[in-house]
């Protein structure tokens, strides 16, 4: 049976580690022509060398997701290079978490930022490609954050409520031109998020509460590996999945 992966051209942001690296492997493995972005150029480069040296395809593009022009570039740059996109997966985000009272406003901008216009400007990118292939799939990453807030979570998980808002919208004016929408909500998942918190106890408590339950990031790469192989007719519109201890 056919995979409906193989020869689809998937653009990943957030390559460079954990989940977005995972779904890269993974994709390519089974036949995707991976087109990787994240800022450290190094890692993306060095991982699109281990899939074509494997026989995959890829290319690895620098990009901070928060520049919009970045964004378009790794877009047209992915379209010039294999003459399409199918599928997007947004997957870049930061989680510096801390409780509200704390006031880390940079910290609150930056999540905006990368979390929500981040994913915007993915989406502004692809868009007017995969109208005009009258085809596509744009994958968001929100979290089981997106669903429930916890204390120190509230800025970040209001990114992630807004990621599944604007899929579940998007999805609902692009079908007509056949662009599948998919969220992707995942519980925790031992990747380097969590180095990016900068109040010690909260990123003490995190790390020990994800070093106890936490799950590998292939176990995301399976789930997105699901949303794109089925048939153009089938829309996965969201996935939650946690570890199975999580509470
Ligand atoms: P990682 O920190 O391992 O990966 C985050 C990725 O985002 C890195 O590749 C990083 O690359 C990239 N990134 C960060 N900022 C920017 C930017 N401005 N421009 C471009 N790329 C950027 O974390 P995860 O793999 O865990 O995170 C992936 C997604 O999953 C995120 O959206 C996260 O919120 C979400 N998530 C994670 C969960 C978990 O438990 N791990 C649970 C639920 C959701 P670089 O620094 O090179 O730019």
Redesign the pocket.
């Known amino acids: 049976m056919e995979n409906n992966i193989k020869g689809k051209v998937v653009i990943i942001?957030?390559?460079?580690?954990?989940?977005?690296?995972a779904a890269a492997k993974h994709l390519s493995a089974l036949g995707a022509t991976v087109v990787l972005?994240?800022?450290?150029a190094d890692?993306i480069e060095k991982l699109a060398k281990e899939i074509v040296d494997d026989g995959g395809k890829a290319l690895a593009f620098a990009?901070?997701?928060?520049q919009r022009d970045q964004v378009k570039k790794l877009v047209d740059a992915a379209v010039e290079q294999f003459g399409r996109v199918d599928v997007l997966l947004n997957?870049?985000?930061?989680?510096p978490l801390s409780l509200m009272e704390s006031l880390h406003l940079d910290e609150w901008d930056k999540m905006i930022d990368?979390?929500i216009k981040?994913v915007l400007n993915g989406i502004a990118a692809v868009l007017p490609y995969m109208k005009e292939q009258k085809s596509g799939q744009i994958i968001n990453?929100?979290?089981?954050?997106g669903h429930k807030v916890f204390s120190g979570s509230a800025v970040y998980s209001a990114t992630?409520f807004a990621v599944r808002a604007l899929t579940e919208g998007l999805r609902m004016e692009v079908n007509p031109y056949n662009i599948r929408t998919t969220i992707v909500?995942?519980?925790?998942?031992?990747?380097?998020?969590l180095?990016h918190i900068t109040d010690a106890n909260v990123r003490q408590a995190n790390e020990d509460y994800?070093g106890a339950v936490?799950i590998s990031?292939d176990s995301f790469a399976r789930v997105v590996a699901f949303a794109i192989s089925q048939p153009e007719d089938v829309d996965i519109n969201e996935i939650i999945f946690r570890p199975t201890s999580q509470e």
């Open positions: 942001t957030g390559a460079s580690s954990g989940m977005g690296e972005g994240a800022r450290r890692r990009v901070d997701v928060t997957n870049t985000g930061i989680m990368v979390n981040g990453t929100s979290s089981v954050a992630k909500c995942p519980g925790a998942v031992k990747t380097e998020l180095e994800v936490g990031s």
